[in-house]
């Protein structure tokens, strides 16, 4: 094991002047399921950890305005305890089920979700179905907002200066939107993605609005912009959804691992796709009934 030093600051103030001292070997710890396994192998060596876990100013998921804001130290396990998540964007609630077991979701935070940037992140996906924006800090940049679409650069790099802090996720509650979550592993418990898929759908006599966001099929979770405006005041009937499916592989660029291949990838995203479709269109769907 390498050499650490652990900080646990009392206030956000305290915390972003320790980040921004040693900003060249700083790690912020959250949860530290992500942290902790890569300490144990070996990955992270002479760090400084600034454990944020418990900051009061990180915590909370709020409704105001018309929008709803999570602390970054939310927990996976708050996520699904939520009602008001759960009525007003049941794509993160849903989403937040579906990831790893009770054990890990009690630690897992949602900002170390983002910031530890896997391209299957399950967190991602459905924040970016709900066009959210992250809110950061730090001493050097001040208080930053940046769209998540923007957010992730590379697996595990994303915008943040390594001084800066997310205070939380905000998104608009989505009105009349239909949505659709699916998460395709070896098994539901503990799998990472090998396929994620999240949609949301307002639909009429037309398709009027489109969001469709991929994880684990790219370098980072991205929406799929092109597909979105391919659909956007079309009808919706099969021949448009087999022919925006076609679009839809051109937007993603998937690995083969361990999990599995490119190939098998690119069928279960179609198929993924394509059902997620057939489920929008039979759910009565989003807030406008
Ligand atoms: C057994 C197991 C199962 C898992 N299953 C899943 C799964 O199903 N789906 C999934 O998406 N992930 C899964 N993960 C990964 C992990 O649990 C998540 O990525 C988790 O949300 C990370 O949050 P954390 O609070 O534990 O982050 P930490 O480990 O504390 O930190 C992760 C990274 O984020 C940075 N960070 C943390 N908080 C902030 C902040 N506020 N501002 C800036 N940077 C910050 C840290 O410095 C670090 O680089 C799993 C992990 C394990 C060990």
Request: proline share 5%; with cysteine; aromatic share 8%.
């Amino acid at each position: 094991m390498g050499n650490f030093e652990f900080f646990k600051p009392k206030n956000l103030e305290e915390a972003l002047k320790l980040a921004s001292q040693f900003s060249d070997r700083v790690r912020l710890a959250a949860g530290c399921t992500n942290l902790l396994p890569d300490v144990h192998s070996g990955k992270l060596q002479d760090f400084v950890f600034v454990d944020i876990y418990d900051l009061q100013e990180l915590k909370g998921i709020k409704k105001e305005n018309g929008t709803i804001s999570l602390g970054s130290c939310t927990t996976i396990s708050e996520i699904c305890e939520s009602d008001l998540l759960k009525k007003e964007a049941p794509i993160l609630h849903e989403a937040a089920f579906r990831f790893a077991d009770p054990v890990v979701r009690n630690r897992a935070t949602v900002g170390g979700n983002l910031a530890f940037a896997s391209p299957a992140s399950d967190m991602s996906v459905s924040l970016l179905v709900l066009d959210a924006v992250v809110l950061s800090r730090s001493l050097d940049r001040g208080t930053r907002e940046i769209p998540l679409s923007q957010f992730f650069l590379a697996p595990g790099k994303t915008s943040l200066l390594p001084s800066e802090i997310i205070l939380g996720i905000r998104f608009p509650i989505p009105a009349s939107l239909r949505f659709f979550y699916s998460k395709l592993g070896k098994r539901n418990a503990m799998a990472i993605s090998i396929a994620s898929l999240g949609m949301g759908f307002k639909v009429g006599e037309v398709i009027e609005e489109s969001r469709i966001a991929l994880g684990a099929l790219a370098p980072t979770p991205l929406r799929a912009s092109k597909t979105e405006r391919f659909l956007t005041g079309k009808p919706p009937v099969a021949e448009v959804f087999e022919e925006s499916s076609e679009i839809l592989l051109s937007e993603i660029n998937p690995i083969s691992d361990i999990r599995g291949s490119r190939e098998y990838r690119l069928e279960a995203t179609k198929a993924l796709f394509l059902r997620g479709f057939s489920q929008i269109l039979s759910s009565k769907g989003g807030k406008d009934e």
